[in-house]
Every structure is written in C-alpha cells, then in structure tokens.
C-alpha cells in the first residue's frame, strides 16, 4: 500500500475506488502531475473515473493537507504529496518539469533580522531555476516525463 494511502487510511478518508486510483498515481517521489495528468493515469487503471471526481478528490488532499499545489512560472498546477518533509522545488526552466531537492542549512537562519520587517518568519519556500539534462541537451521532454532520471 502507498504511503499516501495509508496516511489517508491513518485520518479515516472514506477510501472509494476512484479516490485509492488518484491516491496511487500520486504515490512517490518527485511526483508532481497535473490535474489532467493525474486524471489520464487513473483513468488507464480506472476508465471510467470522470475529470471532476479527480479534481474533486485532488481539493480533498490539499484541504487535508496531505498533498501540496505546487505553481511555477504560469504553468498549470502540480500536485506534490511530499507534504510532509520540508523540501524546495528544482523547476526546468525548458519543459517545465520539477524534482524535490532537500539543501542544507537553515533557511531561516539566511534571513538576516533588519530584512524580515518585524515579522515572524515561519516557512521558507524557494524555488531553484536551470534546465534539465534533456533540455540542456536540445531535446525537450514533456515535465511528466522523467527528464531527471539520470540526476537520481
């Protein structure tokens, strides 16, 4: 069972067919697909899931926060289930695709205290740009595919 799964099962998510299939294609890491991308996968497991009890389900996992909308750059959002380790986002400026990366140091710390205006700081999202392999290279790949897979 995915580990997404089991953290739904662990806070009593009524578990359907349909909302196991959209919990299933977003198990693992570097996931972060489309609302129409996670649609396409679960229909090939489960045809006949409509568009909307994908969409649905997907604004029940961020409600719970169990999944994370991801935004870059005007692109359509994503959908990244590693919402429970602190991690940044590595985008390719080219196609678009995204991996978690976890970089050391304390974020906070790099904020120097005249810079944060009296406010209490309580999270640090970063976002880091380049290109792909694929797209460093000239050809461009879609970002559901695994333009990264030699990097891991």
Known sequence: MSDL?????????????????VAEVLD?????LTADE?????ARRLPEISRATVYNALGELVALGEVVE????????????????PHQHLVCSGCGAIRDVHPTGDLLSGLPTEERYGFTVSE?????????????????????????????
């Open 5 to 21: 799964l089991e953290r739904l099962r662990g806070r009593g998510w009524r578990i359907t067919s349909q909302r196991r299939v």
């Open 28 to 32: 693992g890491d570097h996931v972060h």
């Open 38 to 42: 996670v649609h396409a996968a679960a």
């Open 70 to 85: 991801v935004s870059t750059d005007g692109r359509a959002k994503r959908y990244d289930p590693n919402a429970h380790r």
């Open 124 to 152: 640090v999202e970063v976002t880091y740009r380049g290109l792909c392999p694929s797209c460093l290279s000239g050809g461009a790949q879609s970002p559901t595919t695994e333009a990264f897979a030699d990097s891991s």
